[in-house]
C-alpha cells in the first residue's frame, strides 16, 4: 500500500513538473514506478511520508550514470536475450541514467534521457528535497504540513522560466484518431530535434523539452 501511495504521488508530480514522458526524454511511468520501488525496499517499515522525503534526498544526492537496479542484471545463456551491459555493449555506456529494469531480460527503460532532460530531472530533484526539508522541523500543524505538499506539486512555470522559446506547430487530418497517429511519430521525434540544437552542433545552447501539447485557441484546429 506505501509503493501505490507513493507510486500515485510520484507521478502526479512529475506530471505537474512537466517531467514525464519517455518520448521527449524524461522517465515515463515504468521508470517513476522502478524508482518508488527503489525507496520502498530501501526503508520496507517505513510511512508513505517519510518515503516522499527520502525519494528526493536519496535521488538528488544519486551519483549518474550509476545505475538503479531493483534487482541483480540475470543472464540467461539458454534463451540468449540481450541484457543491459556496458561491459559488452558499448552503446550502453552512452546511457546518462539507466533505470533497469528487473525482470529478464533487464533493460534501460530511461535510454532516451539526454543532457538536457537529465539536467531538467536533476534540478527537480533538488527543488524537491529542498521543500521536503521544512518537513524536519519539529511541531509541525497538519496544516503546515499540507502547505508542504501543495508545494511540491505547484505545476512548473515553463513559460517563465527562458528567455526563449521554439514553439512546433503541428497540423493534421482531421480525422481524430489519425491525428493522434501523427502527434504521436511528431512527439516521437522531438528528443532528435533537442539532440540536434546542442552542442557538438551547436554552441552554448541547452533545450528543455516540454512535454505537453497545447491545443490550438482555433476550434477547428486540434
Not at 543532457?115 to 503546515?144: A, H, P, W, Y
Not at 533537442?194 to 491545443?215: A, D, F, M, Q, W
Request: with cysteine; net charge positive.
Amino acid at each position: 500500500e506505501s509503493f501505490k501511495t507513493v507510486l500515485r504521488f510520484i507521478k502526479l508530480w512529475a506530471n505537474k513538473r512537466a517531467i514525464y514522458s519517455n518520448v521527449f526524454g524524461y522517465p515515463g511511468g515504468i521508470a517513476w514506478a522502478i524508482l518508488s520501488a527503489q525507496i520502498c525496499q530501501l526503508y520496507p517499515n517505513a510511512a508513505p511520508g517519510h518515503l516522499l522525503t527520502r525519494f528526493f534526498y536519496f535521488f538528488k544526492n544519486w551519483r549518474w550514470p550509476t545505475p538503479i537496479m531493483l534487482t541483480h542484471i540475470e543472464k540467461n545463456q539458454s534463451l540468449n536475450l540481450e541484457v543491459w551491459d556496458p561491459n559488452s555493449n558499448s552503446k550502453h555506456k552512452k546511457d546518462l541514467a539507466p533505470i533497469l529494469t528487473p525482470a529478464y531480460p533487464s533493460m534501460n527503460s530511461t535510454y532516451n534521457i539526454n543532457k538536457s532532460t537529465l539536467r531538467v530531472i536533476k534540478n527537480e530533484f533538488e527543488r524537491g528535497n529542498r521543500i521536503c526539508q521544512k518537513m524536519v522541523k519539529k511541531g509541525l500543524s497538519d496544516e503546515e504540513i499540507r502547505k508542504v505538499w501543495q508545494e511540491l506539486l505547484e505545476p512548473r512555470d515553463f513559460f517563465l522560466e527562458h528567455p526563449h522559446y521554439l514553439q512546433v506547430i503541428i497540423s493534421g487530418p482531421e480525422d481524430e484518431d489519425e491525428f493522434k497517429k501523427w502527434l504521436g511519430f511528431v512527439q516521437s521525434k522531438m528528443r532528435q530535434l533537442v539532440l540536434g540544437l546542442e552542442p557538438p552542433y551547436s554552441r552554448n545552447i541547452t533545450c528543455t523539452p516540454y512535454p505537453v501539447h497545447i491545443k490550438h485557441p482555433d476550434e477547428k484546429c486540434v
